[in-house]
């Protein structure tokens, strides 16, 4: 063997080190993360933010209790241990979040925890404080009701008692002066009293620690423990996202640098075997098979979209139909009663016309007395019968039911353009409301709540969120036993964009499917009764809209799906295209 056959070993063996070197990098990068530890981590921050929203509440509901029970004490143990806990995670985590965010959440907490202890303490002692005030005013006033001369005192105290509690809720400087005044003129008009002392010693008390108690209210309403638990999560999500994303993307290079190894493979044993010629032939022919394959794929799937589509189009003109049915009845009964009527006005006219001719004549008395007796009595017919009353009020049902008619008729055009893309500004409201309407023949046993909330209009294409309305509340219906239950739409402001909720109490979704049910294809449906495209096809609609699409939903209780869209999308003409 000589040098330069040495050299290409060596270089060779050099270059299949580095390959395969560089195939274990990547297998490497592409271990799947261990989510014990994040979700251990969410779990602690998530019973934090409960300590947090009990505290609130309790500091509420001390705040607006006059009835003089005692607070119970602020439990600050367990969100301190659970501060440590996620303080342990954080020295063991390489999580960025966790060891930037925490110090400042920890101070925040800890400070929250004293504040309340220290709002509680001062709340208990100023309802003693304003219990005693309104015990001695009582006692006060019972004594003077039984001394005449003195009933100049009552209006003092009736002032004194009924701003007392209004300076303990609100600490206005107008009730402190009210309270003051009150207690100064009771120190005047009834001096040296056990009741006077005590209305004094407890009017002091309040009008000294109430601007303490509200003091510490402010800052415990000032604290932003809560956005902070959120950021705190939002960005441990991120993180715990990036890395999922990371470990993606090194399964694609994966793939790829593993083609490039197979295709070198490949290539290097053709040589060897000198069968290049019949490898392309090969080659060629499993191009072909894959692309009939593929044909055969796409062709499949536009039926089933075609399929989805005309679904839905179904829907809508069974309820279009059974809508507008019942207008026309009433339009048809009215034309109907209408006709009926229209012989004896006919009869009543033709004997006017008669009665003019002989008043006209004037030379047959008899047969103007027999006319007029006859027209007469036409008259009183439908005067009695009140004819023209109820052909009013046929007229007036008759465009009643055409103008439902019409309403509807809006209502399908507003659904007919599922396949167009016009951008415009659109009250969510409306949607709803229009989608309720023409699923209403399936609504018929069905209990629908309306929580619209006032929101603003947003930029969409109205015909493909249209669609997903009538997506989910078909499905919303289709899960309830029976089509029978409860839906309730609601709509609110959420941030810089609309939230929606489409709420049943039906049989709910299973957890182990949980994660599919926005595949394409997808179904729990029974066969025939789905394409499992729907939700796959929502979901695309609101990811177009820059919006995102979650759902809440526990077995036998119910599901929540929940659309939230910006105000703006953030590339209309992607949505015009």
Known sequence: ???SEIEQNILMGLV?????GALWFFYDKTQAVDLREQNEVMSLLNEVKEIDGRWDMEVQRARIDLGGQDAPPARTDSGEKALRDITRFAGLTSSKALRSGLPELRSAIQLKSELVQQFLSENRANKAMLQDLMNAVAEASAQQRTQKSLSSLLPVLSRLGEAAPQYFLHGDESRRLILQDSVAQLGTLLPGTNEQARIATAGQALLEHVPVELGHYTRLEGLSTGPRLINLTLSFNSELEEALQEKERYRIYLVYYASALLVLLIYFGARLRAANQTLEHRVEARTRELSDALKHLKESEAQLIQSEKMSSLGQMVAGVAHEINTPLAYVKNSLGQVSEQLPVIGDTLDHCDKLLEFLRAGDDAEGLSREFQQTSALLGTLKQQHVIEELDKLVRDGLFGTGQVSEIVGNLKNFSRLDRSKVAHTNLNESLNNTLLLAKHQLKSVNVVKNFGDIPEITCAPSQINQVFL????????????????????????GEGVAVDVEDDGSGIPAEVMSKIFDPFFTTKEVGKGTGLGLSISYKIIQQHGGRISVDSKPNVGTKFTVWLPLTPPDEAQLEG
């Open 1 to 3: 063997m000589n040098r």
């Open 16 to 20: 299949v080190s580095i390959m395969l």
């Open 471 to 494: 997506n989910l509340v078909t499905n919303a219906i289709q899960a309830m036993p029976g089509e029978r239950g409860t839906l309730t739409l609601t709509s609110r402001p959420d």
